[in-house]
């Protein structure tokens, strides 16, 4: 005879299969119809919404069940909500006035240091490359016009990012619109506690249980990858303006670099070795023992970062770096910009799961 309790396990986790596929399915479809950006936006509204809600319903229900009448109850009640609500709307809104005033920072400093520093970079590489045979030299780019040139062939993403971002600026801003409504309206509907399981039909269950898991998995990266960012300018910024002035090296552009090593320290894994790459080149012409103590200074850095990693996603997705890193080439060759976001999100939810059904 079968084991009752294991037949429900068996019947749950059927349920659970075709939830992965159907969130697999809707990231898939939204990133193919181009509103990327929406879904990064909704997840994290939802994020900030459902942490919200909790902290309000922990601090107030107490507060709330004291009152006897069932209309006193049910007014007060809906207290966490409308606080919800009204903090959510004010901290979106700060932040849309904040991130408009730093991408006008950051433009307007790009404007004016971003030639000089594309300059600079390649005077460095080309007196590196000088030694090196002319069929190879001959692909590397020796002057900035050239190096546009390159980028702006009609298949490059690059550019078609730029060109088209004008014109989609208005699309833009009707995703984060709709991701701040849906956003909010269904993290209020969902049950207010962890681990709460309401009278739900199976898949519904398996649905708000996997959403979960893909929100987990979204906060967990994203808020890891903000430590790493902080961690990583911090680092660089000790390095450019106290290590290397102390033997006599000022690099040029020092804001400008310390203004990409943040943002390029937001992507996962990949991000790290862009910033990294352009310290390096920065460097070259100082030495090559000003260049080998970067690359060391830099490879701790990297190393320390582990530890960040480790306490935050070590314990729940075990990913290595190469596997995200395969991730994040796949999500943007397949989808572009969102894709090389949310890939690894996606690849850490999948292998969570993978890890609770026992496949790997």
């Given at each position: 005879m079968s084991n009752p309790a294991q037949h429900q396990n068996n019947h749950a986790i059927r349920?659970?299969?075709?939830?992965?596929?159907?969130?697999?399915?809707?990231?898939?479809?939204?990133?193919?119809?181009?509103?990327?950006?929406?879904?990064?936006?909704?997840?994290?509204?939802?994020?900030?919404t459902r942490f919200t809600r909790r902290g309000f319903v922990y601090l107030l229900q107490p507060h709330i069940n004291k009152f006897n009448g069932p209309f006193m109850r049910g007014l007060f009640g809906w207290l966490p909500t409308f606080l919800t609500t009204a903090v959510v709307a004010a901290a979106v809104v700060l932040l849309g006035i904040g991130v408009n005033s730093g991408v006008r920072f950051v433009l307007a400093t790009m404007a004016q240091q971003g030639p000089q520093l594309i300059e600079e970079a390649l005077r460095n590489l080309n007196s590196v490359t000088a030694s090196l045979p002319d069929a190879i030299r001959e692909h590397i780019p020796g002057k900035p016009s050239e190096l546009f040139r390159m980028i702006s062939k009609d298949d490059s993403d690059f550019v078609g990012y730029i060109r088209s971002f004008g014109g989609a600026s208005f699309f833009i801003f009707l995703q984060f619109v709709f991701a701040l409504i849906l956003g909010v309206s269904a993290a209020l509907m969902a049950p207010a506690s962890p681990g709460h399981s309401g009278p739900y039909k199976p898949l519904a269950q398996a649905w708000l249980e996997t959403l979960e898991r893909y929100v987990r998995c979204f906060t967990l990266l994203m808020g890891a990858q903000v430590y790493v960012s902080i961690w990583n300018t911090f680092c660089t910024a000790v390095f450019i303006y106290g290590i290397l002035p102390a033997f006599e090296v000022v690099l040029p552009f020092r804001e400008l670099l310390l203004m990409f090593t943040a943002v390029a320290s937001l992507i996962p894994a990949a991000g790290n070795i862009?910033?990294?790459?352009?310290?390096?080149?920065?460097?070259?012409?100082?030495?090559?023992?000003?260049?080998?103590?970067?690359?060391?200074?830099?490879?701790?850095?990297?190393k320390l970062e582990y530890f960040v990693n480790g306490y935050i996603i070590g314990r729940n997705v075990r990913a290595s770096v190469p596997e995200m890193l395969i991730a994040i080439i796949l999500g943007e060759v397949a989808f572009g910009l969102p894709g090389l976001i949310t890939a690894p999100v996606t690849y850490a939810f999948l292998k969570m799961h993978w890890q609770r059904w026992g496949w790997v």
């Amino acid at each position: 005879m079968s084991n009752p309790a294991q037949h429900q396990n068996n019947h749950a986790i059927r349920w659970e299969y075709a939830a992965v596929v159907g969130i697999l399915a809707i990231w898939i479809s939204m990133l193919s119809l181009k509103i990327g950006v929406g879904l990064i936006a909704g997840l994290a509204i939802f994020a900030l919404t459902r942490f919200t809600r909790r902290g309000f319903v922990y601090l107030l229900q107490p507060h709330i069940n004291k009152f006897n009448g069932p209309f006193m109850r049910g007014l007060f009640g809906w207290l966490p909500t409308f606080l919800t609500t009204a903090v959510v709307a004010a901290a979106v809104v700060l932040l849309g006035i904040g991130v408009n005033s730093g991408v006008r920072f950051v433009l307007a400093t790009m404007a004016q240091q971003g030639p000089q520093l594309i300059e600079e970079a390649l005077r460095n590489l080309n007196s590196v490359t000088a030694s090196l045979p002319d069929a190879i030299r001959e692909h590397i780019p020796g002057k900035p016009s050239e190096l546009f040139r390159m980028i702006s062939k009609d298949d490059s993403d690059f550019v078609g990012y730029i060109r088209s971002f004008g014109g989609a600026s208005f699309f833009i801003f009707l995703q984060f619109v709709f991701a701040l409504i849906l956003g909010v309206s269904a993290a209020l509907m969902a049950p207010a506690s962890p681990g709460h399981s309401g009278p739900y039909k199976p898949l519904a269950q398996a649905w708000l249980e996997t959403l979960e898991r893909y929100v987990r998995c979204f906060t967990l990266l994203m808020g890891a990858q903000v430590y790493v960012s902080i961690w990583n300018t911090f680092c660089t910024a000790v390095f450019i303006y106290g290590i290397l002035p102390a033997f006599e090296v000022v690099l040029p552009f020092r804001e400008l670099l310390l203004m990409f090593t943040a943002v390029a320290s937001l992507i996962p894994a990949a991000g790290n070795i862009m910033a990294n790459t352009l310290i390096l080149v920065l460097t070259i012409r100082y030495g090559v023992f000003v260049a080998m103590g970067s690359v060391l200074y830099l490879f701790i850095i990297h190393k320390l970062e582990y530890f960040v990693n480790g306490y935050i996603i070590g314990r729940n997705v075990r990913a290595s770096v190469p596997e995200m890193l395969i991730a994040i080439i796949l999500g943007e060759v397949a989808f572009g910009l969102p894709g090389l976001i949310t890939a690894p999100v996606t690849y850490a939810f999948l292998k969570m799961h993978w890890q609770r059904w026992g496949w790997v």
